[in-house]
């Protein structure tokens, strides 16, 4: 009697290969989400950097205090990009200070309550350092030494979507 052969898979041998698949898919679908975030957060990065380019410039050449919002570079609010609600900048003093010529944007367009309405902020700062409350502003008509780069002090976006280069504290 001649025995038949198996041709296939069984149902069980596919039921684990479909179990093994839906694990890897619902360990990738939460890493591709954060990623996804983090791309579209470069966008709200570059919108500062325009502006941050602007500031460099200005305080290089400037010998007068720049007023809030006075450098040139703002976007209003509600009138930015698709994931860019407003950039806003504070006033640049003659001496060095901290927190002068720090530029907020306001994130907008994610649909996540975690991420829309929080704020990144960059600040020029005289020397190298990796922190805002180490970072003082240069005098104007002074080089720009380094920017510091991270969540905003009100409101910040959670740090876990901003790119290794904007998480300063």
């Known amino acids: 009697m001649k025995r038949?052969?198996?041709?296939?898979?069984?149902?069980?041998?596919?039921?684990?290969?479909?179990?093994?698949?839906?694990?890897?898919?619902?360990?990738?679908?939460p890493a591709y989400q954060d990623y996804t975030v983090k791309a579209k957060m470069s966008e709200v990065i570059l919108a500062a950097s325009a502006c941050?380019?602007?500031?460099?410039?200005?305080?290089?050449?400037?010998?007068?205090?720049?007023?809030i919002n006075g450098w040139g570079c703002e976007v209003a609010a509600g009138?930015?990009?698709?994931?860019?609600?407003?950039?806003?900048?504070?006033?640049?003093?003659?001496?060095?200070?901290?927190?002068g010529g720090l530029i907020t944007v306001t994130t907008r367009g994610f649909n996540d309550a975690a991420i829309d309405a929080k704020t990144i902020q960059m600040a020029p700062c005289s020397t190298s350092v990796t922190t805002f409350s180490a970072c003082s502003?240069?005098?104007?008509?002074?080089?720009?030494?380094?920017?510091?780069?991270?969540?905003?002090?009100?409101?910040?976006?959670?740090?876990?979507?901003?790119?290794?280069?904007?998480?300063?504290?």
């Open 4 to 29: 038949s052969m198996q041709k296939g898979f069984t149902l069980i041998e596919l039921m684990i290969v479909v179990a093994i698949i839906g694990i890897l898919a619902a360990v990738a679908l």
């Open 52 to 67: 941050r380019t602007s500031m460099t410039e200005t305080i290089q050449t400037a010998n007068t205090a720049i007023a």
């Open 137 to 169: 502003q240069p005098p104007l008509g002074t080089s720009v030494n380094t920017w510091v780069c991270g969540p905003g002090a009100t409101n910040p976006v959670p740090s876990k979507y901003l790119p290794g280069s904007c998480k300063a504290t």
């Open 79 to 99: 009138s930015g990009t698709k994931y860019v609600n407003s950039v806003a900048t504070a006033a640049g003093t003659v001496a060095g200070a901290v927190g």
